[in-house]
Each structure stands twice: as structure tokens, then as C-alpha cells.
């Protein structure tokens, strides 16, 4: 770890954002030991954790503190009301121990502004959603948000593995913000068509916390990547 970041909220982002196995976990297990239990065991092959309502409504907030002594957390409540209620959202989980949080984009500018102002920038946009809905509304409006979440200083934005094409045009449209990519696994995505196409980390869910195995199901995805980066080096 580069001893230059400091260390201001968020500051464990910063320095996951450094990719070290360029996956996310999305830990959407109701119960707050399975989730302690899952997040451990997995942890050598992740950089962060995404948390959001399922298990926040299971295991109470305080899971977020928890978690996030553990490794950074991404708290994914796709924050999408008027800029004060998106302020008063994000300052919450930034208290709890949130080294970035999750907005949607269609709220417009000003309700990214706030989300961007109160987390000092640690905001990732969602573009167009991986499931086939995510074609109806997100699809036509997708490339709009990502230019926003550009020009309104977001950390990055959420792009979909299940449409590896998307994430290649929202890479030019986005130049060097990150980009987080959902929908590995369960959704039929894969990581390493998900990375090639410009995704910075991917986000894996079912395919990890509903394995008999967790931490054997990420080293397995952690392997998948290792040889895919190995291979783009030679
Ligand atoms: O791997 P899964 O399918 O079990 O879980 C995927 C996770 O990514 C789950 O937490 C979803 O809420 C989230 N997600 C999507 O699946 N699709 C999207 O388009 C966006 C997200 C997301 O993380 O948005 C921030």
C-alpha cells in the first residue's frame, strides 16, 4: 500500500482502487454472521465489498462498521431522491464506514452534485443495469449518465458484464474513471469478457455467497482474472 494516501474518509477506497484482484463482492446475504463468515473467507481474492439493502435490512447498519474493518465497503443503495435527501443518505453510510456508495443517475445533476460533495467525490454512477429491463430505460439513457458522472466529478461508474459492448462505449465516453461491472456469474457474464472490454473490477454476488465454498468459488473467478491480466501483459 502507497503510504502517500490519506487518510480521510474513504481513504480505503482509494487505496483498493489500486487493483489487486479486481473483484467486488456483492454480499447480498440477509444475515450478518453468513455475511462476517463469507466476507472473511473470501477476502484474499477481493478488493472490496459491495453491500446493500438485503443485508443492511437483515443485519442492521452497524454491518457496515463491521464489514468495513474487514475490507473497504461499497454501500449500493442506488441513491435516487433530491440533492438534500441524497446528502443526508450518503453522509450516513460514510459514518457507518463506507468508502464509497452507489448512486443512479437519472435524478440528474444536481442530485449527483450532492451524492459527489458528500462523499468528497467517492461516488460510482449507475449507467444502463445488467438484467434484460435494464434495456428499457437505462439502455436509451445510459451514455447521457456517463458523460454526467464524468463532469460531475464521480469516482466511476456501474456498467453491465452481461453486455460486455456497453462497457466498451461507456469506456470512451467515461476516458480514466473507473469502471465497476456487475452481472458475473449468475447473469451469465463473464469476468474476463467484463475486463477486456473495460471494466476496472468486476462484481460478483451468487456465484460466490451461494457456493458451498465461497472462498473456493472466488479463487476460482481470482484465478479466471489472474490468467486473463497475465495473458493481456504477454
Ligand atoms: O452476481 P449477482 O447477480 O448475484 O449480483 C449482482 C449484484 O450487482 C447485485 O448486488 C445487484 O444489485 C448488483 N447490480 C446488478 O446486478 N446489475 C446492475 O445493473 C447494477 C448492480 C449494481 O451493483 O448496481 C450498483
Redesign the pocket.
Known sequence: MSATIPKYPGYAIARAMVPKSRMIL???VAEGGDALRIAKSARPYLDAV?I?W?LVLGAGPKIITKISKLMPV?C?F?IADIPNTDRLIVEQAMRLGASAV?AHGFTGSDSLKACVEASGGKV?V??????PG?KEF?QPNAERIAAMAKEQGAMGI???A?RPERIARMREIVGGLKI?S??????GGRASDALRSGADFV????????AADPAEAAKSIADEISKYLRERKS
Do not use: C
Request: glycine share 10%.
Open positions: 456483492a454480499l447480498d459491495k446493500n438485503p461499497i449500493d442506488k452507489i460510482f449507475v449507467t444502463e443495469m445488467s438484467h435494464g437505462t456501474v456498467a453491465p452481461t465497476i456487475p452481472g458475473v456469474g449468475a447473469q462484481i460478483v454476488g451468487r456465484a460466490i455467497y451461494e
